[in-house]
């Protein structure tokens, strides 16, 4: 049996992974000597196999041969990718294959890096298809709600103590190191990772790119610095995204705030995301409209404090969305508890770029971490009492309006279903503690049995609307404060 699903990868990695002839016995024999074989035949293989038609037989062989110790998902991820390490192109054939594609055009480029990406399963794309996905018609626009199975939630606490642990390797997940490596107790498999070398910012090879392997989105990218370095947010920031979108013009592009509760869950390495797709926040109706000069600067009806800054003109914009990045660095207002500065820095911002045509459309986020002992959290994260069902931190991705739930909310909102239509003490179940107040809520509303499944699903989205809501930096004013802030610019 091995042996045949030998000969079959060989053949599919020469289909979809680039193996060329040349290449096939050295191939061979990486593959016999990881999978502890004595012998080896070719043999013809005439149709076509599904990837994991091949996969999943080997990493069964792999365990019942005692090569790998567990047959747990971490260890079979692991092994699979070792495996398909062996067939795939190196990380300089890659970058050279993606430059030549890149010739054709950046788009052709994207397309041949994303579908390898798929084609040696570094993105998880038969897990991704288990995500729940669904639209909410909340207050300002369609939001996006997902319930992600593919990847476990993190509690913000983890996160900042993770990012202060420098005593490992690689130091995170988006170094350049994991290219290649194992496995680790706390960062995903890797051996069949791939990043290509980019020039960026007037950079040369400082950039790389990679796809993520839980995608949230459509083309889900990471575009990282080489060297391990903290996330920053200033000028620099936004010149680096508009040489990307010059590079990339048909896909978005932003970045986390960089500082601890608005920054996401990598603070330690410098990055950003993209992807094709269209976000929430793009479909949000404008407030107040301004102009100066070629720039068109527009305050959006958003949950959280979002200015879309828009121009033609590189320049003109760049020069815009400094001053109001340097404005709202330094703005306080006490009445409305936003402070800029104690011991450290508070007020930053999450921007986000893409083209509409031939204009820049330049979002800014406002964002503020200012935390008090009675809201340790943040002034500006969510509510505790909604940590039910969010409880990251609030990031780029969620800014932008598309909510990456926690996969534990499927058996909880089930059981909470169950309780609902039964009438069970949700008591009774350790895993519906965290949601005690809301069941009560739940069952004030006296809902139909038969509408119990698509209200909770509204419930939720209503949850996280209330999730961003609580990060506007201006929540304790009014969409006044915002205008005068951007009046004071322009």
Same mark, same amino acid.
């Not at 926040?281 to 301004?290: C, G, N, P, T």
């Given at each position: 049996?091995?042996? =045949?699903? %030998?000969?079959?990868? !060989? +053949? *599919?990695?020469?289909?979809?992974? /680039?193996?060329? #002839?040349?290449?096939?016995?050295?191939?061979?024999?990486?593959?016999?000597?990881?999978?502890?074989?004595?012998?080896?035949?070719?043999?013809?293989?005439?149709?076509?196999?599904?990837?994991?038609?091949?996969?999943?037989?080997?990493?069964?062989?792999?365990?019942?041969?005692?090569?790998?110790?567990?047959?747990?998902?971490?260890?079979?991820?692991?092994?699979?990718?070792?495996?398909?390490?062996?067939?795939?192109?190196?990380?300089?054939?890659?970058?050279?294959?993606?430059?030549?594609?890149?010739?054709?055009?950046?788009?052709?480029?994207?397309?041949?890096?994303?579908?390898?990406?798929?084609?040696?399963?570094?993105?998880?794309? =038969?897990? %991704?298809?288990?995500? !729940? +996905? *669904?639209?909410?018609?909340?207050? /300002?626009?369609? #939001?996006?709600?997902?319930?992600?199975?593919?990847?476990?939630?993190?509690?913000?606490?983890?996160?900042?103590?993770?990012?202060?642990?420098?005593?490992?390797?690689?130091?995170?997940?988006?170094?350049?190191?994991?290219?290649?490596?194992?496995?680790?107790?706390?960062?995903?498999?890797?051996?069949?990772?791939?990043?290509?070398?980019?020039?960026?910012?007037?950079?040369?090879?400082?950039?790389?790119?990679?796809?993520?392997?839980?995608?949230?989105?459509?083309?889900?990218?990471?575009?990282?610095?080489?060297?391990?370095?903290?996330?920053?947010?200033?000028?620099?920031?936004?010149?680096?995204?508009?040489?990307?979108?010059?590079?990339?013009?048909?896909?978005?592009?932003?970045?986390?705030?960089?500082?601890?509760?608005?920054?996401?869950?990598?603070?330690?390495?410098?990055?950003?995301?993209?992807?094709?797709?269209?976000?929430?926040?793009?479909?949000?109706?404008?407030?107040?409209?301004?102009?100066?000069?070629?720039?068109?600067?527009?305050?959006?009806?958003?949950?959280?404090?979002?200015?879309?800054?828009?121009?033609?003109?590189?320049?003109?914009?760049?020069?815009?969305?400094?001053?109001?990045?340097?404005?709202?660095?330094?703005?306080?207002?006490?009445?409305?508890?936003?402070?800029?500065?104690?011991?450290?820095?508070?007020?930053?911002?999450?921007?986000?770029?893409?083209?509409?045509?031939?204009?820049?459309?330049?979002?800014?986020?406002?964002?503020?971490?200012?935390?008090?002992?009675?809201?340790?959290?943040?002034?500006?994260?969510?509510?505790?009492?909604?940590?039910?069902?969010?409880?990251?931190?609030?990031?780029?991705?969620?800014?932008?309006?598309?909510?990456?739930?926690?996969?534990?909310?499927?058996?909880?909102?089930?059981?909470?279903?169950?309780?609902?239509?039964?009438?069970?003490?949700?008591?009774?179940?350790?895993?519906?503690?965290?949601?005690?107040?809301?069941?009560?809520?739940?069952?004030?509303?006296?809902?139909?049995?038969?509408?119990?499944?698509?209200?909770?699903?509204?419930?939720?989205?209503?949850?996280?609307?209330?999730?961003?809501?609580?990060?506007?930096?201006?929540?304790?004013?009014?969409?006044?404060?915002?205008?005068?802030?951007?009046?004071?610019?322009?």
């Amino acid at each position: 049996m091995i042996n =045949k699903k %030998i000969n079959e990868l !060989i +053949k *599919y990695a020469k289909a979809n992974l /680039y193996l060329g #002839l040349d290449d096939e016995y050295y191939v061979a024999n990486k593959l016999i000597y990881l999978l502890k074989l004595n012998q080896f035949e070719w043999i013809p293989v005439e149709e076509e196999l599904d990837f994991f038609e091949i996969i999943e037989p080997m990493l069964d062989y792999a365990f019942e041969n005692n090569i790998i110790e567990s047959n747990s998902t971490i260890s079979r991820d692991a092994f699979e990718s070792k495996i398909i390490d062996c067939v795939m192109p190196r990380p300089s054939e890659l970058t050279r294959m993606f430059r030549k594609h890149y010739k054709s055009g950046p788009l052709t480029a994207t397309t041949f890096f994303h579908n390898l990406s798929i084609a040696s399963n570094y993105i998880k794309t =038969k897990r %991704i298809a288990k995500n !729940i +996905k *669904y639209i909410y018609e909340g207050k /300002y626009a369609p #939001l996006e709600i997902t319930i992600n199975l593919s990847k476990p939630e993190k509690d913000p606490k983890d996160i900042l103590k993770q990012s202060l642990n420098k005593d490992k390797y690689p130091i995170c997940p988006l170094c350049m190191e994991n290219v290649g490596v194992y496995q680790s107790t706390s960062l995903a498999p890797r051996s069949n990772h791939r990043v290509v070398s980019l020039n960026l910012n007037h950079e040369k090879e400082t950039w790389g790119i990679q796809y993520s392997p839980y995608a949230y989105f459509n083309e889900h990218m990471i575009v990282l610095r080489k060297e391990h370095s903290n996330m920053y947010v200033n000028e620099k920031t936004f010149a680096e995204l508009v040489d990307f979108i010059n590079k990339f013009p048909h896909y978005l592009i932003g970045s986390n705030a960089g500082l601890p509760i608005v920054g996401g869950s990598i603070l330690g390495h410098h990055h950003f995301q993209g992807g094709r797709y269209d976000f929430p926040i793009e479909k949000a109706r404008v407030l107040q409209k301004y102009k100066k000069r070629k720039v068109e600067i527009e305050i959006l009806d958003w949950p959280m404090a979002a200015i879309r800054v828009s121009s033609n003109n590189e320049n003109a914009l760049l020069d815009m969305v400094s001053d109001i990045y340097k404005a709202w660095y330094k703005y306080e207002n006490k009445d409305l508890q936003i402070y800029s500065k104690t011991e450290e820095d508070h007020n930053t911002v999450t921007p986000i770029l893409k083209l509409n045509g031939a204009k820049y459309n330049f979002y800014i986020v406002l964002r503020n971490n200012y935390s008090t002992k009675e809201k340790p959290y943040g002034l500006f994260h969510p509510r505790e009492e909604l940590f039910h069902i969010k409880k990251e931190n609030i990031g780029l991705i969620e800014v932008m309006g598309l909510a990456i739930l926690p996969g534990r909310l499927v058996k909880e909102l089930d059981l909470i279903e169950d309780c609902l239509i039964n009438n069970k003490d949700p008591k009774t179940f350790n895993e519906l503690e965290k949601h005690l107040d809301w069941i009560n809520h739940l069952k004030e509303m006296n809902i139909p049995n038969e509408q119990i499944n698509e209200t909770l699903k509204k419930e939720v989205g209503r949850i996280f609307e209330e999730v961003i809501e609580d990060c506007n930096v201006f929540k304790y004013g009014t969409n006044e404060d915002l205008f005068r802030f951007i009046e004071k610019i322009i």
